[in-house]
């Protein structure tokens, strides 16, 4: 099996082969098949995987380091004890680096293959090198007897970062050569890195520029993010730059803002002069230097190190200072650089397994993982764990590696159900570190005590919002009357905080900045808020905020707003949320936890929140009583919450119950009064969804519904436009189809009016209609406009909706090919949209396109599959669905064999989708016509 994921690769290289070439030709042709041989066996016999040969480079893989450790010290004590000849004596040169590489045809592609070329050149024959990368691996895994020696840190050939070079030592192999061929020396008190440098060459280039141009720049971010890791690693690669050298000041342990000058005097290695200052010397010495200062950890002394900087700055003409710290220095010629997380999965969209590695913050804990256990293996087994974790801890590599080191004693399981309670779960990390990076909690406790009262007051009360927030809803929901914290200090105080890198604040074009918490400082200050007693007060306004908002835009979904009202709602669904649980947590509330529900039941609707949605309106309703009474308002809340909750389209698996709900709702809207006359409108024309088998009635309910909307004049032209495109599905049987087209474009026209393009009942009538006409060419436009819109208002069961009446224009009119694939992928479209019925009505069109083109075996995985499907869920089919299938399954039962039939019925109702489609890729249903344009 070719390796994959992390990989250790072995390159090998015969020292001075051009010359033994030169030498003796046919000597050395048989020296090296022997080599060959040698090189070969040794590496397959470790496991390794051989991938390309070029002259007398060898290149392989291997799964694990110690394999290639081993292979690489077997094949040097070989190569050792051989007797070669005089005239061509083999000295080989080998090179070991551990990474990540793109497995292609075969071969590797990627920047580890060019490290592991530059490390295997770098040394000299008989002598095993190895990279940081596979020093790190194998630290707790050495072989008996084998040592690692620390040659230094050199620069690589065309490497613009230097790193430390390892040479293995094992007895009976040479362990004296010359310096390496990459070797350089700088000055420097930089830390020997113990670590791997993992997922920031973006960060790193961006870094790199800016110090190019600029003479002070400071990296700011959140504790934890690697803001010291990045600037160390960005000095070391820099080394060659400064010819007076790079010096390291670590303020962290310092904390007299009078012993900054003092800390950096003794990073130089300059003792104080009495007949003058400190900071006199510090510029004489600095003053004709070309050197880089890195200032680590300067916000406990912002102000300090301010004033020191500056006046270096000022007075040292070839001077360069990088600080780190969680806020910004504030003096003239700062470029400032926030330093992100690393980049962590989306856990709504996991990639595939061996994707995940693309993540940094995936690699991350998976290096340091295998550092403490070197048998970890990121697998299908444990890859949703580890995703959860690095995205639940932000991608803050300092809460990764804490949960990394729990590796040794809990499964990767364990450890990501734990870290709701993380501040105890998180606390073993090095000893030799710092104190504040011991533990998440020390971390944040760090940044807490460097916060003025008022700014830890709001930050614990901006704990409420999940997902982030605005200005204004900070200011409803943190202000306190009481003149502890007034409306108008909040966005001073909000800046501050963003500025000392505990909020982070992200700018959009054209809108309004949004702020949020990474998640781990939202638990921290959450548990502040409940120690506080405020807990209750706050979560309070907060969901009094949500509930004003959602309610003040509902107007918005029957307007030209309409996507963009979404996108907003989708941007605050998860303090939404919150504000419905707590809303809905008890009695007190309920009925504002209603009217919260009722107003986003379209949103759910359209976007695809069924679900959902439906669990909030069935506890909704479930907490307030079935009748209001007199109550007008809350007679309209209930109406609206079993409007939605009736829904066709909400739970489509019991239309009895949608029938019943919708009534019911119809009823208590009527009660409500004239000024929630629209609200019954809307309740009316979907009641008509679930009228279809009895026209009569439906026909007087859609009336009525067109008649309130007209009553209601220019105001209610939404809901006009609605009434009158569902009106045309229950015309009477002798309207002529010219005068259901004249009312169906009348409904187009009102949409537009109202300047909605996304209401697409009045396209989806015109399609019907231009069917019953025989224009099809215009029909399936009209279904392809329906897509369009749909799509750009991000209304996924519409856009489903629309390719299934597509599919069903393209079975029933010659294009059957066309068809039996569009039915695949919409039928894929519904099950993740959680509508098996919808899918199982497309398998059943494609079993009958299938009996129609004689694959009849075919046709029985196809409805063996779709039966399974309206088992599970309960979802039914209409009359004419049910008639339609009864007449191609009688059709199947008298042409297939009952046995043949029952086998393969049984084997495509227990595969999923994705594998029948696999099943029958190969089977042709018509050939491919041309669509009408």
């Known amino acids: 099996m070719i390796p994959s994921g992390q990989i250790t690769f072995l390159f090998t290289d015969i020292e001075g082969s051009t010359r033994l070439w030169e030498k003796d030709p046919l000597t050395?042709?048989?020296?090296?098949?022997?080599?060959?041989?040698?090189?070969?066996?040794?590496?397959?016999?470790?496991?390794?995987?051989?991938?390309?040969?070029?002259?007398?480079?060898?290149?392989?893989?291997?799964?694990?380091?110690?394999?290639?450790?081993?292979?690489?010290?077997?094949?040097?004590?070989k190569l050792h004890a051989e007797t070669w000849p005089q005239e061509t004596p083999i000295r080989v040169r080998m090179g070991l680096h551990s990474g990540y590489a793109e497995v292609s045809a075969g071969d590797y592609l990627g920047p580890p293959l060019n490290h592991v070329a530059r490390l295997m050149a770098a040394g000299h024959g008989g002598q095993v090198l190895l990279s940081t990368s596979t020093q790190q691996l194998l630290i707790n895994a050495l072989p008996a007897d084998v040592s690692l020696r620390d040659l230094g840190e050199h620069r690589l050939k065309d490497f613009g970062r230097t790193e430390h070079i390892y040479q293995a030592q094992a007895p009976g192999l040479p362990d004296k050569f010359p310096l390496l061929r990459a070797s350089q020396t700088f000055l420097n008190n930089l830390p020997t890195r113990l670590t791997s440098f993992v997922g920031r060459d973006k960060e790193l280039g961006a870094v790199k520029a800016l110090l190019a141009e600029n003479r002070l720049l400071t990296l700011t971010g959140p504790g934890g993010t690697g803001k010291t890791r990045l600037a160390l690693q960005a000095a070391v690669e820099l080394l060659d730059i400064y010819a007076d050298g790079v010096w390291l000041v670590e303020l962290a342990p310092v904390s007299d803002s009078q012993l900054v000058v003092r800390a950096l005097a003794s990073a130089l290695g300059l003792r104080e002069d009495p007949t003058r200052s400190l900071l006199e010397s510090l510029i004489d010495y600095l003053r004709p230097r070309h050197?880089?200062?890195?200032?680590?950890?300067?916000?406990?002394?912002?102000?300090?190190?301010?004033?020191?900087?500056?006046?270096?700055?000022?007075?040292?003409?070839?001077?360069?200072?990088?600080?780190?710290?969680?806020?910004?220095?504030?003096?003239?010629?700062?470029?400032?650089?926030?330093?992100?997380?690393?980049?962590?999965?989306?856990?709504?969209?996991?990639?595939?397994?061996?994707?995940?590695?693309?993540?940094?913050?995936?690699?991350?804990?998976?290096?340091?993982?295998?550092?403490?256990?070197?048998?970890?293996?990121?697998?299908?087994?444990?890859?949703?764990?580890?995703?959860?974790?690095?995205?639940?801890?932000?991608?803050?590599?300092?809460?990764?590696?804490?949960?990394?080191?729990?590796?040794?004693?809990?499964?990767?399981?364990?450890?990501?159900?734990?870290?709701?309670?993380?501040?105890?779960?998180?606390?073993?990390?090095?000893?030799?570190?710092?104190?504040?990076?011991?533990?998440?909690?020390?971390?944040?406790?760090?940044?807490?005590?460097?916060?003025?009262?008022?700014?830890?007051?709001?930050?614990?009360?901006?704990?409420?919002?999940?997902?982030?927030?605005?200005?204004?809803?900070?200011?409803?929901?943190?202000?306190?009357?009481?003149?502890?914290?007034?409306?108008?200090?909040?966005?001073d105080l909000l800046t501050s905080l963003s500025n000392k890198s505990v909020v982070m604040t992200e700018y959009r074009q054209g809108l309004e900045p949004r702020y949020r918490l990474l998640e781990t400082i939202r638990q921290y200050s959450r548990e502040r808020l409940v120690a506080s007693g405020e807990s209750e007060l706050v979560r309070t306004r907060h969901a009094e905020w949500f509930l004003q908002w959602a309610e003040a835009g509902e107007a918005n979904f029957k307007s030209p707003r309409i996507v963009k009202w979404m996108d907003t709602l989708e941007m605050e669904h998860d303090n939404l949320r919150s504000a419905l649980e707590w809303l809905l947590s008890g009695q007190e509330d309920a009925q504002k936890g209603l009217c919260l529900?009722?107003?986003?039941?379209?949103?759910?609707?359209v976007r695809s929140y069924v679900s959902e949605g439906m669990r909030w309106l069935d506890l909704a309703l479930e907490k307030n009583p079935a009748d209001p009474g007199l109550d007008s308002q809350a007679l309209m809340a209930r109406g609206r919450a079993l409007t939605w909750a009736g829904h066709a389209s909400m739970v489509r698996s019991k239309p009895e119950q949608n029938l019943a709900r919708l009534q019911e709702a119809v009823e208590l809207l009527r009660r409500a009064g004239p000024e929630h006359r629209l609200r019954l409108a809307e309740a009316l024309w979907l009641l008509t969804e679930?009228?279809?088998?009895?026209?009569?009635?439906?026909?007087?309910?859609?009336?009525?519904?067109?008649?309130?909307?007209?009553?209601?004049?220019?105001?209610?032209?939404?809901?006009?436009?609605?009434?009158?495109?569902?009106?045309?599905?229950?015309?009477?049987?002798?309207?002529?189809?010219?005068?259901?087209?004249?009312?169906?474009?009348?409904?187009?026209?009102?949409?537009?009016?109202?300047?909605?393009?996304?209401?697409?009942?009045?396209?989806?009538?015109?399609?019907?209609?231009?069917?019953?006409?025989?224009?099809?060419?215009?029909?399936?436009?009209?279904?392809?406009?329906?897509?369009?819109?749909?799509?750009?208002?991000?209304?996924?069961?519409?856009?489903?909706?629309?390719?299934?009446?597509?599919?069903?224009?393209?079975?029933?009119?010659?294009?059957?090919?066309?068809?039996?694939?569009?039915?695949?992928?919409?039928?894929?479209?519904?099950?993740?949209?959680?509508?098996?019925?919808?899918?199982?009505?497309?398998?059943?069109?494609?079993?009958?396109?299938?009996?129609?083109?004689?694959?009849?075996?075919?046709?029985?995985?196809?409805?063996?599959?779709?039966?399974?499907?309206?088992?599970?869920?309960?979802?039914?089919?209409?009359?004419?669905?049910?008639?339609?299938?009864?007449?191609?399954?009688?059709?199947?039962?008298?042409?297939?064999?009952?046995?043949?039939?029952?086998?393969?019925?049984?084997?495509?109702?227990?595969?999923?989708?994705?594998?029948?489609?696999?099943?029958?890729?190969?089977?042709?249903?018509?050939?491919?016509?041309?669509?009408?344009?």
Request: net charge negative; aromatic share 6%; hydrophobic share 45%.
């Open 291 to 491: 050197a880089l200062i890195m200032l680590d950890n300067c916000e406990h002394l912002i102000d300090a190190c301010a004033e020191l900087i500056e006046t270096l700055l000022q007075s040292c003409p070839r001077l360069t200072v990088l600080a780190t710290s969680r806020e910004t220095l504030g003096i003239a010629g700062e470029a400032p650089y926030r330093v992100p997380s690393l980049p962590s999965p989306d856990l709504r969209n996991l990639p595939e397994t061996n994707q995940l590695l693309s993540f940094a913050a995936v690699r991350l804990f998976a290096e340091r993982a295998r550092s403490i256990m070197p048998e970890f293996v990121l697998d299908a087994e444990n890859a949703m764990a580890v995703a959860q974790i690095c995205a639940r801890l932000d991608g803050i590599p300092l809460a990764i590696e804490l949960a990394a080191a729990r590796v040794k004693f809990m499964r990767v399981e364990q450890i990501a159900a734990r870290l709701d309670d993380r501040f105890r779960l998180l606390t073993g990390g090095s000893r030799t570190a710092l104190p504040r990076q011991q533990t998440l909690q020390a971390l944040i406790d760090w940044s807490w005590d460097m916060l003025s009262e008022k700014e830890r007051i709001l930050l614990r009360r901006l704990s409420v919002f999940a997902g982030g927030w605005q200005l204004e809803a900070a200011e409803f929901v943190c202000a306190d009357p009481s003149t502890i914290l007034q409306n108008y200090e909040i966005l």
């Open 28 to 77: 050395m042709r048989r020296a090296l098949d022997r080599h060959d041989s040698l090189l070969r066996q040794t590496i397959e016999a470790r496991g390794g995987y051989v991938f390309k040969t070029v002259g007398d480079e060898f290149c392989a893989a291997f799964a694990g380091a110690n394999q290639a450790l081993q292979a690489a010290l077997d094949a040097q004590h």
């Open 690 to 933: 679930m009228l279809g088998n009895k026209p009569n009635i439906a026909r007087q309910v859609i009336g009525e519904s067109v008649e309130i909307a007209r009553a209601a004049g220019p105001s209610a032209i939404w809901h006009l436009g609605n009434a009158l495109s569902r009106s045309i599905y229950n015309l009477s049987p002798d309207v002529r189809l010219e005068e259901a087209l004249a009312l169906a474009e009348e409904a187009l026209v009102i949409n537009e009016q109202a300047g909605d393009r996304w209401n697409t009942g009045p396209l989806f009538s015109l399609a019907y209609i231009n069917i019953q006409l025989g224009n099809i060419a215009k029909a399936r436009g009209y279904y392809l406009e329906c897509i369009v819109r749909s799509g750009e208002a991000g209304d996924k069961t519409a856009v489903n909706f629309a390719l299934a009446r597509l599919c069903e224009l393209e079975r029933e009119h010659g294009y059957p090919a066309e068809a039996f694939s569009h039915l695949q992928d919409t039928a894929q479209a519904w099950l993740e949209l959680n509508n098996p019925g919808g899918a199982a009505r497309c398998l059943e069109c494609m079993a009958f396109l299938a009996i129609d083109h004689q694959k009849l075996e075919t046709a029985a995985l196809l409805f063996g599959r779709a039966d399974s499907l309206r088992r599970d869920s309960g979802q039914k089919m209409n009359g004419e669905e049910s008639q339609e299938y009864d007449r191609y399954l009688g059709n199947l039962k008298s042409r297939l064999d009952a046995s043949q039939l029952t086998s393969a019925w049984k084997a495509g109702s227990g595969q999923s989708l994705s594998g029948l489609f696999k099943s029958i890729k190969d089977v042709q249903i018509g050939a491919p016509g041309m669509l009408p344009t």
């Open 597 to 605: 529900a009722g107003a986003l039941g379209q949103f759910w609707q």
